[in-house]
């Protein structure tokens, strides 16, 4: 099946420092990919909606200044947390789908610990 | 705007018995998907099963099945001979067919299901 990756899967930063976390579809292109946020014992929050070429989509209350998403290429979305705080530790989580109507894939994961 | 829930935050079951864990859903649309995932701890977000909307046989994969009722915006995942790799935070999801925005996983908030040996 189709593999997404994600990377780092687990980092450490200190507070103040900007984070990139690099998700790849490995197998197959992708227009479109999904970042989503959880929460310890808590279900999948979307950030936003990756597009290749053109600015992300923010759901409502996510801010885009802190929260950067680059859709650079076919293969390739980076979200990059800014100015990092301990409250935006969590896990991220990308996912992606090779054609219109085709499953969903999701990443590794990355857990964020913001010190 | 969809809506998912899961009522049941927990749940537990022996080995080799059968479970059901319950999902509703809200929307408006007439068309859609509806999905199960799996979430053990490794936190890799598996697909379980899914169900398209306009078909009205229930999906089955293996021991999963699902009770799908559309008019009651119900779908249960049934798990038959539970194992204890079975152990794992499970997600009802849902997701339309408009447009980009019907691209988007909307979850319910999770069961945590035991399989006790």
């Known amino acids: 099946g189709a593999v997404v990756s994600q990377h780092p899967s687990w980092v450490i930063c200190k507070s103040g420092t900007s984070v990139k976390i690099e998700c790849r579809s490995l197998d197959f292109q992708a227009t479109t990919m999904f970042w989503y946020r959880q929460f310890p014992k808590q279900s999948l929050m979307l950030m936003a909606t990756?597009?290749?070429?053109?600015?992300?989509?923010?759901e409502q209350g996510v801010e885009k200044d802190k929260f950067l998403i680059n859709h650079a290429s076919l293969t390739l979305s980076t979200l990059t947390v800014t100015s990092a705080h301990p409250e935006d530790s969590s896990f991220y989580i990308c996912?992606?789908?090779?054609?219109?109507?085709?499953?969903?894939?999701f990443g590794e994961g990355s857990r964020l610990t913001v010190l | 705007a969809q809506t998912v829930t899961q009522s049941q935050p927990e749940m537990s079951v022996q080995e080799a018995e059968t479970v059901t864990l319950s999902c509703t859903y809200d929307t408006s649309e007439s068309n859609y998907y509806l999905f199960w995932y799996k979430q053990p701890p490794s936190r890799q977000m598996i697909l379980v099963i899914r169900q398209e909307a306009y078909k009205q046989q229930n999906a089955t994969e293996n021991r999963f099945s699902v009770n799908f009722q559309k008019a009651a915006k119900s779908f249960s995942l049934k798990i038959s001979d539970s194992q204890l790799g079975d152990t794992a935070m499970y997600f009802c999801?849902?997701?339309?067919?408009?447009?980009?925005?019907?691209?988007?996983?909307?979850f319910g908030e999770g069961t945590q299901l035991t399989v006790n040996p």
């Open positions: 990756s597009n290749e070429g053109s600015k992300a989509t923010y």
């Open positions: 999801a849902f997701r339309g067919r408009r447009g980009t925005s019907g691209s988007r996983l909307t």
């Open positions: 996912s992606a789908r090779p054609s219109g109507e085709g499953e969903l894939f």
